[in-house]
């Protein structure tokens, strides 16, 4: 576990998830969700239940080369993290991660904290040797945070999502080398 302070100088913590915080996350998640257009999921596409998300957490815990990483603050669950590699063993070496905020606590320097855990964590993992995330053309809120921490765009995906109104925009894959 590690103590951080925002910018304004509240203490918050991060910390990997374990099987007690399922059903906190899930409620904060549906939060982030009905927040944002900005992310993949849709509030009534989140069906997940406590007990499977008591199984992803679990396997993520026994998996080496996977991470999810909690920041909390008030008790409460404030930021979200999750990173995995593919299970095939020529892409063992790149892994995808997946980064939130709770509404209520954006532009405290959270993300940019629980990126930074999530570098940190890679480089001391012999396996992972280049980092990855897809981020809608139109976040430009993330996406300066991710060129800030030295992500490098590297593709782009062409009117990959069309917004529920009707709206397309590309998605961008950014990278970073942590070998
Ligand atoms: C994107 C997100 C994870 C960033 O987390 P955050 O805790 O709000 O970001 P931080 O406070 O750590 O910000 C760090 C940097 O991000 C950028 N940033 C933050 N807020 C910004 C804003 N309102 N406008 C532009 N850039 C902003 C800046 O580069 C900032 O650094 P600086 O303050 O030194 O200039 C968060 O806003 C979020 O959860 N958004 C909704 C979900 C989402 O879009 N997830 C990413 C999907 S790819």
């Known amino acids: 576990m590690n103590n951080h302070l925002t910018r304004n100088g509240k203490e918050f913590t991060i910390r990997r998830a374990g099987e007690k915080d399922a059903e906190n ?5 549906k939060i ?4 944002t257009d900005q992310v993949l999921t849709t509030l009534p596409e989140y069906t997940i239940t406590v007990e499977e998300e008591k199984v992803w957490i679990n ?3 026994k998996n080496p080369a996977s991470i999810i990483l909690i920041a909390e603050m008030d008790n409460a669950v404030v930021g979200l993290l999750d990173f995995s590699t593919k299970n095939r063993k020529k892409m063992a070496h790149i892994g995808e ?5 709770h509404p209520g606590y ?4 959270i993300g940019q ?3 930074e855990t999530l570098l940190e964590w890679a480089k001391n993992n012999r396996q992972i040797e280049k980092v990855f995330l897809n981020v809608f053309a139109t976040n430009q809120r ?12 590297e593709g782009r995906h062409i009117k990959a999502i069309k917004q529920l109104s009707g709206e397309y925009t590309d998605i961008i894959q950014m990278y970073i080398e942590t070998k």
């Open 32 to 35: 982030l969700f009905s927040s």
């Open 59 to 61: 396997n993520s815990l």
């Open 142 to 153: 993330a996406i300066n945070l991710y060129k800030k921490l030295g992500f490098t765009e």
């Open 106 to 109: 954006q532009g405290n320097g």
């Open 97 to 101: 991660f997946g980064v939130s905020v």
């Open 113 to 115: 904290k629980l990126i």
């Open 25 to 29: 996350i899930i409620n904060y998640a």
